[in-house]
C-alpha cells in the first residue's frame, strides 16, 4: 500500500507540473484516535526541532519567496498536519529567505455547501452535526484569518485529476461524487492566511505573489 500511494503521489505531483517532490520519510501518524499514533516512528512523536530542521536545509536549497503550508488551528486537526504546520512555521522563521508564508485555510462555509449537496444526491455521509454558538464562533473566526484569496476556476480540473490520482484514498470515498457545480463553488476559490510578509502587500489580496511580481 505504501509503494501504491507513493506511486500515486508522484502522478499526482505530474499531474500539477511539480518538478521536485522531496519525501522526508516519515511515518503516517494517523487519525488522534488510531493506535499506531503513538508509535515512536509516527511523524507527529518526532521532534518538532528535527523536522524543522530539515525542512530549513531544504529551504536553503531551493530559496523559495512564497511558502505555503497547513493551518494548524484548522477543522481538520490530523496530526500530522498540525504537526507539519508547526514545523514548516519553525523552519520559515530560523531561515529567514522566504518573504512570504501561508497557511491554507478552508471556509467552513464551503464545506457545509459540499455537504449539503452530497445529502441531496443521496450520498451516504452520516447525519448532519447541530452547529452550536462554540462552532458558529469558530467559524467566523477562522473567516477573520483569511487575508487571500486565489481565483483557481480555470486550473480546476486540472486539480481535480491530481486529487483522483490518490485512487486507493478518493477513488470509492465520497469527494469523488460531488457535483460538478458544487465542487466548483467550493474549491474554485483557495483561502489562505498570511502568516509572514515582507512585501508590504495589502491585504485582502489574490494573488500568493503580491509584492513580489
Not at 12 to 28: A, M, R
Not at 34 to 48: E, G, K, L, S
Amino acid at each position: 500500500m505504501a509503494r501504491l500511494r507513493l506511486a500515486e503521489l508522484r502522478e499526482s505531483c505530474k499531474i500539477l507540473g511539480v518538478t521536485h517532490l522531496e519525501l522526508l520519510g516519515y511515518h503516517d501518524s494517523g487519525m488522534p484516535e488510531w493506535d499506531y499514533r503513538n508509535r515512536p516512528d509516527a511523524f507527529c512523536n518526532v521532534p518538532q526541532e528535527l523536522v524543522a530542521a530539515r525542512i530549513a536545509a531544504l529551504i536553503e536549497r531551493y530559496r523559495p519567496q512564497v511558502v505555503i503550508s497547513y493551518d494548524p488551528e484548522g477543522a481538520y486537526q490530523h496530526p500530522d498536519h498540525v504537526h507539519a504546520a508547526r514545523s514548516a512555521a519553525a523552519a520559515v522563521s530560523s531561515s529567514g529567505l522566504p518573504a512570504k508564508f501561508y497557511e491554507i485555510a478552508m471556509r467552513r462555509s464551503d464545506w457545509e455547501k459540499v455537504m449539503k449537496a452530497l445529502r441531496e444526491a443521496g450520498v451516504d455521509i452520516g447525519e448532519p452535526r447541530e452547529t452550536t454558538p462554540e462552532d458558529a464562533e469558530q467559524m467566523a473566526r477562522e473567516e477573520r484569518r483569511i487575508t487571500t484569496t486565489v481565483d483557481i476556476r480555470d486550473v480546476l480540473a486540472v486539480k481535480r485529476d491530481a486529487l483522483m490520482a490518490h485512487a486507493s484514498q478518493i477513488a470509492e470515498s465520497w469527494f469523488s461524487k460531488i457535483p460538478p457545480e458544487v465542487g466548483e463553488s467550493a474549491f474554485g476559490f483557495e483561502s489562505f492566511i498570511r502568516v509572514i510578509d515582507k512585501t508590504g502587500a495589502p491585504v485582502p489580496e489574490g494573488d500568493l505573489f503580491a509584492g513580489l511580481r
